[in-house]
T-cell receptor
Framework: DGGITQSPKYLFRKEGQNVTLSCEQNLNHDAMYWYRQDPGQGLRLIYYSQIVNDFQKGDIAEGYSVSREKKESFPLTVTSAQKNPTAFYLCASSIGGTEPYEQYFGPGTRLTVT | AQSVAQPEDQVNVAEGNPLTVKCTYS??????LFWYVQYPNRGLQFLLK??????LVKGSYGFEAEFNKSQTSFHLKKPSALVSDSALYFCAVSGGYSSASKIIFGSGTRLSIRP
């Protein structure tokens, strides 16, 4: 099956701990994205990557970090510097390039930090 | 700067009736417009997009959207609603080449179809 996988589905962490969310795609897409979803606020872009070994900050990058060492993988680390990390995190991918092709989303990871 | 607005937090429709979910946008240059649907605790699913050409775009599950340049709108429509259409719907916009592949999402509209 082609698609995007995110793991785990639910994640619980104590305040002050870093946590890494996994995102893998086998669609051969160049571009990958991380969004945060909070109730009533839609999706906000955290980081995106248009090619391996390159990534850019989105609108709310503070307290987050990413890497793109492989085309298929785009893990997101939520650091202890993120003030309000509890949220639903969505990973997406698209063909990429200069045109905004539609994005395909993973099932999401719900992170709860207490 | 590009932006997108979904003026209704919730839309309620009876099954079998037509439905409309509203979206307006603001971009510099030609817009690229998208609709996505999200079911509870799931990722977003792509429904349809407008890039250029015919103002009426047909998509998945019987949905369609009408691009209106003068009103800067891209409303989602369906002639006959199903209970299974109940979900959260997101409109999204990109300003095309000037912003590469970045897409801005609206805040979402919850569609509720009553039997």
């Amino acid at each position: 099956d082609g698609g995007i996988t995110q793991s785990p589905k639910y994640l619980f962490r104590k305040e002050g701990q870093n946590v890494t969310l996994s995102c893998e795609q086998n669609l051969n897409h160049d571009a990958m994205y991380w969004y945060r979803q909070d109730p009533g606020q839609g999706l906000r872009l955290i980081y995106y990557s248009q090619i391996v070994n390159d990534f850019q900050k989105g609108d709310i990058a503070e307290g987050y970090s990413v890497s793109r060492e492989k085309k298929e993988s785009f893990p997101l680390t939520v650091t202890s510097a993120q003030k309000n990390p509890t949220a639903f995190y969505l990973c997406a991918s698209s063909i990429g390039g200069t045109e905004p092709y539609e994005q395909y989303f993973g099932p999401g990871t719900r992170l709860t930090v207490t | 700067a590009q932006s997108v607005a979904q003026p209704e937090d919730q839309v309620n429709v009876a099954e079998g009736n037509p439905l409309t979910v509203k979206c307006t946008y603001s971009v510099s240059g030609n817009p690229y417009l998208f609709w996505y649907v999200q079911y509870p605790n799931r990722g977003l699913q792509f429904l349809l997009k407008y890039i250029t050409g015919d103002n009426l775009v047909k998509g998945s599950y019987g949905f369609e959207a009408e691009f209106n340049k003068s009103q800067t709108s891209f409303h989602l429509k369906k002639p006959s609603a199903l209970v299974s259409d109940s979900a959260l719907y997101f409109c999204a916009v990109s300003g095309g080449y000037s912003s590469a592949s970045k897409i801005i999402f609206g805040s979402g509209t919850r569609l509720s179809i009553r039997p």
